[in-house]
């Protein structure tokens, strides 16, 4: 396992536990990854770790990130300001 599949593994983990501690369902708890600036190997790693959900402010970046990794289950956030002049792209490339 590696380093970050370990810490995925322990994040999850105390997702689960404060849950259960507050009778809530763990299922409809989301943990999203902010991948901004990251580079595409980093994110392939948390991909392969089990993380299915990314977060990305920068929108150029993020589409270019987004055309090359089209893997199944892969959902995208835009996590940052919204400038009417990137609504559309925004709209059609992010959850």
């Known amino acids: 396992m590696t380093d970050f599949s370990e810490r995925l593994d322990n994040v999850n983990s105390r ?23 990251k580079p595409i ?18 929108l150029q970046e993020a589409l270019e990130k987004i055309e090359e990794l089209v893997l199944p289950g892969i959902e995208w956030h835009f996590i940052g300001r919204v400038q009417s002049n990137k609504t559309r792209a925004i709209a059609e490339n992010f959850a």
Not at 29 to 37: E, H, N, Y
């Open 15 to 37: 997702i689960q536990t404060t849950a259960e501690k507050f009778n809530r369902n763990p299922d409809q708890i989301s943990l999203l990854a902010v991948s901004k600036t």
């Open 41 to 58: 190997e980093a994110i392939l790693a948390a991909y392969g770790a089990g993380q299915r959900q990314f977060g990305e402010n920068y």
